[in-house]
């Protein structure tokens, strides 16, 4: 149990989430999800891409935009639902439509794009979050 609160803490306190990073990660996230699959299906014909994956992305990035119009969205387990939906959006789809498509050149791209995207996600900003 004591794992589980450690965890929990450490999420709380070293999550700091900008309200740049809200807007522009939904955002980007949902309607790139949404376009890359048309992009990727019908003009460079992936051998496999799936949208009920893709949407799921896009209703996880949409669930995030709530937290503008709404600052007490979710509360103090907001920060799990940010973490949840980065995880999805870019360690899961990312890498299974990288192995799914068999290392294709355009998915190792987006594979060491991801890399960074997380890493920049997790540095603390010199800005302090209202989140």
């Not at 149990?1 to 709380?12: A, G, N, Q």
């Not at 939904?26 to 949407?55: C, D, Q, T």
């Not at 639902?81 to 192995?99: A, D, E, G, N, S």
Request: contains cysteine; charged residues 10%; positive net charge.
């Amino acid at each position: 149990m004591h794992v589980i609160h450690f965890i929990k803490s450490s999420i709380r306190q070293g999550t700091q989430i900008s309200h740049f990073n809200i807007i522009a990660g939904s955002l980007i996230g949902a309607i790139g999800h949404f376009g890359l699959y048309f992009v990727y299906k019908f003009i460079f014909h992936n051998r496999w891409e799936n949208m009920p994956v893709r949407l799921v992305g896009v209703a996880l990035c949409i669930g995030v935009l709530f937290k503008v119009r709404n600052p007490n969205f979710l509360g103090k387990y907001f920060v799990f639902y940010w973490h949840t939906m980065l995880i999805y959006i870019l360690p899961f789809i990312i890498t299974l439509f990288t192995l799914k498509n068999n290392f294709d050149e355009p998915w190792l791209t987006w594979e060491i794009f991801m890399i960074f995207v997380l890493i920049l996600n997790n540095s603390r900003g010199l800005q302090k979050s209202k989140y």
